[in-house]
Every structure is written in structure tokens, then in C-alpha cells.
């Protein structure tokens, strides 16, 4: 079995990229992106972190937190957030596909994927790549024509203290990074 090693840095801010289960395209409701973004304050709420940017796509979602400085625990909050968001879904919609056995074993439902992807940022020209990737992919994956028309991110936020102009990404183009950045 592979070996995962995590960066842990306290006080850290990191990169995550989770994923669905299958691709499968469960962000599209606006019920389950309600329910992410209530897990996501829940999980916020136990366990503390800055959120930097986010993007929240059909079949995965991007996340920049900044931990406090003195917890290098990302994954905890993943798990906790995951949890909060698989529960209500799961009370409103059901399992979209019925649970295998090593899933029962482990009593992980049918909604994510098992493992996320993890980025600790090094340094200001890493977090700012970063939060452009972020804020770029929708239109990366063809969801958009423009940034700006994607309202499940940061973006907006970040055009109101100036941080890009409406029109950023109009002219942008991505490298695929895709082993990179966990998609």
C-alpha cells in the first residue's frame, strides 16, 4: 500500500482539492452547494481556519486555508467538513450509489472520493498562482467563458478589494497543470 506524506506546517497555509465520488456532478444542485458552504462554516467553527479562495465546481471543489499558528491539521477539517456535508446530503437526496463493501467496512458513504489533494504554499508568488488557479478553473473547464460569470468562488470577493479587475481572466491562459494541482 502507498505511503502518504503530508506536509504539516503550523500556522500553514495550504492548497486542497477534493473530489466527488466518480466525477459525479453533485455540486450542481443548489442544495448541495448550500449544505457544502454550511459544513464549511460548521467545520470553521471547531476547528478554526482563514479561508484565502475557493471554487466550487460540479464534481470538485478548490480550497486556500490558512490554518492558525499553532495547528498543522488540515486534514481533520477535511474530514469534519466532508462529514457535515455527506450527512445532510445524504438525509435529503439519499446515496447516489449504494456502498461496497470496503466502503461499509470503513463507513465512508458514496460522495467523495477517498483521498484529497494537498499543496502547502511556499511562498506569496505560490499563494497568488494558486489563488488564480483557483479562480480560473471554472473557465479551464469549459463551465464559463469568463471568470467573473462563475458565482461558486472568491473571485468576486476578491474584485471588490481590488485584488483583480472584473474583466481578469478574459485573457488568461492556464498551462494544464493537472497532476499539479490534484485534478
Keep these: 500500500m502507498p505511503e502518504y506524506r503530508r506536509a504539516l ?37 471547531h476547528h ?11 464534481d470538485h471543489i478548490h480550497l486556500i486555508w490558512q490554518l492558525p499558528e499553532n495547528d498543522s491539521n488540515y486534514s481533520t477539517r477535511v474530514s469534519v467538513m466532508k462529514r457535515h456535508f455527506s450527512k445532510k446530503y445524504v438525509e435529503e437526496f439519499g446515496l447516489p450509489i449504494p456502498k461496497d463493501a470496503s466502503r461499509s467496512k470503513r463507513r465512508e458513504v458514496t460522495l467523495w472520493q477517498r483521498r484529497f489533494w494537498e499543496h502547502y504554499i511556499r511562498d506569496e508568488e505560490d ?12 473557465v479551464k473547464h469549459g463551465w464559463v467563458n469568463r471568470v467573473r460569470d462563475w458565482a461558486d468562488s472568491s473571485f468576486h470577493k476578491f474584485v471588490i478589494t481590488g485584488n483583480y479587475d472584473l474583466d481578469w481572466g478574459d485573457n488568461y491562459t492556464v498551462v494544464d497543470q493537472q497532476h499539479q494541482f490534484g485534478e
Excluded: M
Design 9 to 45: 506546517i503550523k500556522g500553514g497555509i495550504y492548497f486542497l482539492t477534493l473530489v466527488t465520488y466518480q466525477r459525479r456532478e453533485i455540486f450542481s444542485l443548489p442544495s448541495a452547494r448550500a449544505f457544502l458552504y454550511a459544513a464549511i462554516r460548521q467545520t470553521n467553527q
Design 48 to 58: 478554526p481556519f482563514d479561508e484565502i479562495a475557493y471554487c466550487i465546481l460540479p
Design 127 to 138: 499563494l497568488h498562482h494558486h489563488i488564480d488557479y483557483v479562480h480560473y478553473n471554472p
